[in-house]
C-alpha cells in the first residue's frame, strides 16, 4: 500500500472515511431492547463513530482491501485527545479524566470535512440525547436539552460515563469537531475545542489568501447557529505532522444575517460585548464549552436547522437549512429575513459571499433556493425551485465541475405527507450554481437519508 501514500492522486486507489451516526437498536440486536445489558451497550458503542477503509479498483469494481494497515475503526470509546483553548478546562475534568485532557471516544458524527493537510474533520451533531440528565436541569444544563433519560439509548444504566446526573461534565466532552489524521493509524483523533461546541453539522475548509485556513460549520438544531473559526497561523507544507495544532489558535465567529442582505461575523472572544465573568464565560475556555449561549447574548441570527456547507467557484459559500416547524408558530421565534417562512417544513438554502477573503467580517447574502412543491396549496410551501421539487436539503458538495450537488433528509415521519405529499422518497439533485437550475439526479430507498458524496480524482466515480 505504499503506493498510495507516494501517488495520492491515484484516481483508481484511495482512503474512504465515513460517518456512523447512531444505531437503531430494534435492528442491531436480536431482540431489539427488551432485554438491555453491558453488552448491547458495548455493541451499540462499537457501532458508533468513523471508519477509514482502504479501496481500489480491481477488475473494473471497487473493492474494499483486506487486509489493509489504514483499516481502522475510531469508536464511542476510542482515546482521545482535547486541543485549543478548552483543553485542560475545569468544565471538562472528570473523575476518569481529572486534567480534562482525554476524552473517551465520539459519537453522533453527522457531517464532515476535509482539510488541505489531509486530515478529516467529523462533527458531533445530536450527543446530549445519549446522557440522562437530571429531573429538573439547570439552565445551562436546559439550553443544550439535557433531560431525565436523554432519548432513549440507555448506554447510562451500564455505562455511567453516560450518566450526567452522576457526572455533569461528561456531556460537556462530546459537541466538537474532531480531527483524524487517516493515513496514520496510531495517530490520535483530537477534538478541536478552538472551533467551538455544539449539535455540529459540517465542517467546509477555505484558504484566504494568505494560506490561512478557514472553517465553516452549522449547528443542526431548531434556531441554531452558523460558525466560521479563522486560523491563526498559515497552512504550513508538510501534511498532517506539520499542521498538528493549526486548528488549536483561531478566531471563531457566529453569524448575524441582517435584514437589508448584508451580515456580519460576531468573534466570540472573552472579554470582548458580553462574554464576561458577569454573565458567566469565566475565561475563553468557558466562552467555547458554552457556545450557544456566547452565540445568544452577542444576537447572533438563530437559522432553521444549519446543516451542511459548500462553496462554490465564484466563492460564494452555502448552508442548507433543512426545516423548522417551529418557526413563527406561538411562543416561538418569528420569521426574519434569513428564515422567511412560518412551520418550515420543506427548508431552504442561504449563500454568502465575504467581503474581502474568507477571513472577512462582513459578507452579503441571498436566498439561492426556497424549497417546497409547487403544487401546495399553504404558500410558504411551495418554494421557488428552478426545475425538480424537492424538501428538506441537508447534505451539500460541489464537484470538481462546480456543480453543487442537493442531498435530501425528508424524516420517516413525515415522508409522503402534509407538504411533502407529493415529493417521493429523499433525492439528490444536481444544481447550477449560476442559473439556480435544478434536476433530480438519484433517489433513495424508503425511509433513507441521502447524504454525503466524494469523487475520485479523475471524475469517473461519484
Not at 166 to 182: A, F, K, Q, T
Not at 263 to 283: C, K, M, S, T, Y
Amino acid at each position: 500500500r505504499d503506493v498510495y501514500k507516494r501517488q495520492p492522486e491515484n484516481p483508481q486507489a484511495g482512503l474512504l472515511v465515513m460517518n456512523h451516526e447512531y444505531t437503531d437498536d430494534g435492528l442491531l440486536h436480536r431482540d431489539g431492547m427488551t432485554t438491555w445489558t453491558v453488552d448491547k451497550v458495548r455493541k451499540a458503542q462499537a457501532a458508533h463513530g468513523v471508519s477509514v477503509a482502504e479501496v481500489e479498483v480491481r477488475d473494473g469494481r471497487w473493492t474494499v482491501v483486506q487486509p489493509s494497515p489504514w483499516a481502522r475503526r475510531i469508536t464511542a470509546r476510542t482515546p482521545m485527545a482535547f486541543g485549543g483553548p478548552a483543553a485542560g478546562h475545569r468544565l471538562l475534568q472528570t473523575s476518569a479524566d481529572p486534567r480534562g485532557q482525554r476524552p473517551l471516544g465520539t459519537l453522533n458524527n453527522c457531517g464532515s470535512g476535509i482539510t488541505p493537510w489531509g486530515t478529516y474533520l467529523t462533527c458531533e451533531e445530536n450527543f446530549i440525547g445519549y446522557f440522562n440528565g437530571p429531573a429538573q436541569p439547570s439552565v445551562h444544563e436546559a439550553r443544550w436539552g439535557l433531560r431525565a433519560g436523554g432519548w432513549g439509548y440507555r448506554w447510562h444504566e451500564h455505562d455511567e460515563r453516560f450518566d450526567a446526573t452522576r457526572h455533569p461534565n461528561e456531556p460537556h466532552r462530546v459537541g466538537w469537531v474532531v480531527e483524524i489524521d487517516p493515513t496514520e493509524p496510531s495517530s490520535t483523533p483530537v477534538k478541536r475545542t478552538a472551533l467551538g461546541r455544539a449539535a455540529h453539522e459540517g465542517a467546509t475548509v477555505a484558504v484566504t489568501r494568505d494560506r490561512r485556513a478557514v472553517v465553516y460549520s452549522g449547528e443542526d438544531a431548531r434556531f441554531e447557529y452558523i460558525y466560521k473559526f479563522v486560523s491563526r497561523d498559515r497552512i504550513r507544507p508538510g501534511g498532517a505532522k506539520a499542521n498538528a495544532t493549526l486548528l488549536d489558535h483561531g478566531t471563531l465567529y457566529v453569524a448575524r444575517f441582517e435584514s437589508d442582505g448584508t451580515g456580519r461575523w460576531l468573534p466570540l472572544v472573552h472579554g470582548q460585548g458580553f462574554l464576561v465573568p458577569e454573565q458567566g464565560f469565566a475565561d475563553q475556555g468557558e466562552v467555547l464549552i458554552k457556545t450557544r449561549q456566547a452565540s445568544d447574548v452577542l444576537g447572533a441570527t438563530m437559522m432553521d436547522r444549519p446543516e451542511w456547507i459548500d462553496i462554490d467557484r465564484d466563492g460564494w459559500v452555502y448552508c442548507t437549512l433543512t426545516n423548522n416547524s417551529n418557526r413563527g408558530q406561538p411562543n416561538q421565534y418569528a420569521t426574519d429575513a434569513a428564515n422567511p417562512r412560518a412551520n418550515n417544513s420543506m427548508g431552504h438554502i442561504i449563500r454568502w459571499k465575504e467581503e474581502g477573503d474568507f477571513d472577512g467580517t462582513t459578507f452579503r447574502w441571498n436566498h439561492f433556493v426556497l424549497a417546497g412543491d409547487p403544487a401546495n396549496e399553504r404558500e410558504d410551501a411551495r418554494g421557488n425551485v428552478r426545475g425538480d421539487a424537492f424538501a428538506c436539503p441537508d447534505g451539500l458538495w460541489t464537484d470538481p465541475r462546480g456543480v453543487l450537488w442537493i442531498q435530501t433528509d425528508m424524516s420517516t415521519s413525515t415522508m409522503g405527507r402534509g407538504d411533502l405529499a407529493r415529493l417521493g422518497n429523499n433525492a439528490m439533485l444536481a444544481a447550477d450554481p449560476r442559473t439556480g437550475d435544478i434536476r433530480r439526479f438519484l433517489v433513495g430507498p424508503v425511509g433513507c437519508e441521502v447524504t454525503g458524496a466524494t469523487m475520485s480524482p479523475d471524475g469517473r466515480s461519484m
